[in-house]
């Protein structure tokens, strides 16, 4: 469990990832985490959340176990599974602490992004326009039981408006946020 009670698996897998080792970090490049394996649903009905992860995202199903059921896209391997398990007597999920706020897929580039929408769009699950993040471009909307996902592209990336050498050792906020920096920065808790 994480410091607020969210439940984590850390999962050893042989599947290939896109994932470039941290050279600076203290855990050796064998055992680093290495990204997000797969996440887990739980689901009033899953019924509809099937049919439209097949039919309309293009997922397959690929196992059933202990009551979960496995659905990978683009072939399955690491970070392109999803779970899901019925759970009809679980209340609603909820924002805030101890909480997944939203579940993001990955697409290459402005064009698949359009064509996915599309596809959701059809589906009549009210897709957002796009919108541009600057560090890549989102378009969200409501899977059939409920969970926000969200579609996003994979560039132009975080190296857009930093060095890669230097990425993340400071705070930098998109365009827009800028003028709101000194009100960000007091809110932030303080890093050791």
């Known amino acids: ?22 050279s600076q ?3 050796p490049a064998p055992h680093q985490i290495r990204g997000l394996h797969a996440v887990r649903l739980w689901e009033r009905d899953v019924a509809d959340t099937a049919s439209f992860l097949v039919e309309t995202l293009g997922f397959a199903m690929v196992g059933e ?23 009809p007597n679980e209340p ?3 924002w805030g602490t101890g909480g997944i706020h939203h579940v993001v897929w990955r697409v290459p580039d402005d064009a ?5 929408r599309e596809r959701i769009s059809a589906a009549k699950r009210r897709p957002t326009e796009v919108i541009d993040r600057f560090w890549f471009k989102s378009v969200y909307f409501l899977e059939p039981g409920g969970v926000l ?9 975080f190296t857009v408006d930093e060095d890669l050498a230097t990425l993340g050792e400071h705070l ?21």
């Open 25 to 27: 970090s203290p855990v």
């Open 92 to 94: 609603r999920g909820s």
């Open 65 to 87: 176990e202990n009551g979960w059921r496995r659905y990978a896209i683009d072939c399955g391997g690491s970070g392109r599974h999803l779970d899901i398990r019925p759970m």
């Open 112 to 116: 698949a992004e359009l064509a996915v």
């Open 172 to 192: 930098v906020l998109p365009p827009w946020l800028e003028p709101h920096r000194r009100e960000i920065e007091d809110a932030l808790p303080p890093l050791a």
């Open 1 to 22: 469990s994480d410091p607020h009670g969210l439940e984590l698996a850390l999962v050893e897998t042989a599947d290939e990832r896109e994932f470039t080792p941290w």
């Open 149 to 157: 996902f969200e579609i996003a592209t994979d560039g132009p990336g």
